[in-house]
Nanobody, 123 residues
Framework: QVQLVESGGGLVQAGGSLRLSCAAS????????MGWYRQAPGKQRELVAT???????NYADSVKGRFTISRDNAKNTVYLQMNSLKPEDTAVYYC?????????????????WGQGTQVTVSS
């Protein structure tokens, strides 16, 4: 089985910074894209940023220039550095990974989500 475990959320004042981490563990064969999504109360889950295994990144317009996604392939970990935080960034942040894992003698591709970590930005 595979698990994604997030850490680094919390309460911060507007203009502050937080760094989220998400570590994938288990019988992992390879990880393709990893990313961060967020869901605010009463809203749909939305993409924040993604990064491929080769390091290509994609950002939501609302976070460009403020957030940076990175990954450590050796540690199967993805990070999200969030600077200049705004109250509208308040949400539960979820890690996502498109990966392949060992299942018996098979290699299976699947999409995994973390449990979510709360980010609250006060004004």
């Amino acid at each position: 089985q595979v698990q994604l475990v997030e850490s680094g959320g919390g309460l911060v004042q507007a203009g502050g910074s937080l760094r989220l981490s998400c570590a994938a563990s288990g019988s992992i064969f390879s990880i393709n894209a990893m990313g961060w999504y967020r869901q605010a109360p009463g809203k749909q889950r939305e993409l924040v940023a993604t990064i491929t295994s080769g390091g290509s990144t994609n950002y939501a317009d609302s976070v460009k220039g403020r957030f940076t996604i990175s990954r450590d392939n050796a540690k199967n970990t993805v990070y999200l550095q969030m600077n200049s935080l705004k109250p509208e960034d308040t949400a539960v942040y979820y890690c996502n990974a498109d990966l392949k894992y060992y299942s018996g003698s098979w290699i299976v591709r699947d999409d995994y989500w973390g449990q979510g970590t709360q980010v609250t930005v006060s004004s």
